[in-house]
């Protein structure tokens, strides 16, 4: 049976709040590209391609572009290369990263066209959704697994880890629950920016997100 409130995570670096705020919102890269909105890229360049390209067969259609990426866990691979510093271009490290938290079914309620994926993407052996009757092929054991590596039995774990939640084209700031953090020092960081702009939403620090 799949859990009433299922949380969902987008990463971003701290730099990114402030036009958060600013736009209310998260815009996908398409929509940020049109309006000029620049922000600190925390991804592999030659995903970003690959994403840019890859079409999305449901929900809004469109590329990957189209949509705000979101991960059904927290502490993902993603993350980790950003620990390992394996993210060319970026040396900020995971402590600058917040996790934007919200909910599935609320957003797949009031957001048309959110759809989600069983694994990374922009990978072929992933499939797409736009009916939450298929959350079932999500792999809820992996996501709650603090290990998500490939193993001799099983060479698939990190991609079904890396399942996506695509909301298109714009996420609404009324929509987030929470921002989660690595440090105490990060939440008065990430307090200041939503006090000056008269936003109140909860900040804590979850270090088990973190590597």
């Known amino acids: 049976m799949i859990h009433e409130d299922i949380k969902i ?4 670096h701290i730099d990114c709040l402030e036009s958060m705020v600013n736009y209310a919102g998260i ?5 940020c590209n049109k309006r000029s909105i620049h922000s600190v890229n925390i991804a592999y ?15 809004a259609r469109g590329t990957l572009h189209d949509y705000i990426p979101f991960y059904f866990a927290p502490r993902s ?46 990978m072929a052996l992933s499939s797409f959704f736009d009916s939450l009757l298929h959350l079932d092929k999500v792999d809820w054991n992996i996501m709650s697994s603090e290990y998500w590596n490939d ?12 399942a996506e939640f ?25 307090r200041t920016v939503l006090g000056e702009n008269g936003k109140d939403i909860m900040v804590n620090v979850h270090r088990n997100w973190y590597y």
Do not use: W
Request: aromatic share 8%.
């Open 77 to 122: 691979p993603m993350l980790y290369a950003i620990k390992k510093d394996a993210v060319a271009g970026y040396h900020d490290g995971q402590e600058s990263i917040i996790h934007v938290v919200s909910s599935v079914q609320p957003v797949f309620k009031k957001i048309p066209g959110c759809v989600f994926t069983d694994g990374h993407a922009v």
């Open 45 to 59: 360049e030659g995903i970003q391609v690959r994403r840019a390209m890859t079409l999305v067969p449901c929900g």
């Open 151 to 162: 193993i001799q039995t099983d060479g698939d774990r990190r991609r079904r880890r890396q």
């Open 9 to 12: 995570y987008h990463i971003a």
């Open 27 to 31: 815009y996908s890269n398409n929509e």
């Open 166 to 190: 695509l909301v298109p084209y714009f996420f609404p700031l009324k929509q987030v629950a929470e921002i989660g953090v690595m440090t105490s020092g990060m939440v008065e960081k990430v």
